[in-house]
Nanobody, 119 residues
Framework: QVQLVESGGGLVQPGGSLRLSCVVS????????MGWYRQVPEKERELVAV???????KYADSVKGRFTISLDNAKYILYLQMNSLAPEDTAVYYC?????????????WGQGTQVTVSS
């Protein structure tokens, strides 16, 4: 079974930086894409950034120029470098993977990691 384990969240001051990591384990035939999403209470989950196998990336307008998504294809580790953090970035961040295993395509999610930006 494919599993995603996240780490790197925590408390940071405005203007600070954090790097989130997501380690993927299990049987993987094809990794289509991986991404980061975030969610605050009573709000829908929103896409932060996504990266495809060829290296193409997409970012939410609110994080462009501040966040960078990257993927270690050999180790299946997804990163999100978060710079110039603001209180509006406070949320639970979730790792997502779009994976094909034995001909079956599924979305997988991590448990979420809390990021809090506060003075």
């Amino acid at each position: 079974q494919v599993q995603l384990v996240e780490s790197g969240g925590g408390l940071v001051q405005p203007g600070g930086s954090l790097r989130l990591s997501c380690v993927v384990s299990g049987t993987i035939s094809v990794m289509n894409s991986m991404g980061w999403y975030r969610q605050v209470p009573e709000k829908e989950r929103e896409l932060v950034a996504v990266i495809w196998s060829r290296g193409t990336t997409k970012y939410a307008d609110s994080v462009k120029g501040r966040f960078t998504i990257s993927l270690d294809n050999a180790k299946y580790i997804l990163y999100l470098q978060m710079n110039s953090l603001a209180p509006e970035d406070t949320a639970v961040y979730y790792c997502n993977a779009d994976i094909i295993t034995r001909g079956i395509r599924r979305d997988y999610w991590g448990q979420g990691t809390q990021v809090t930006v506060s003075s």
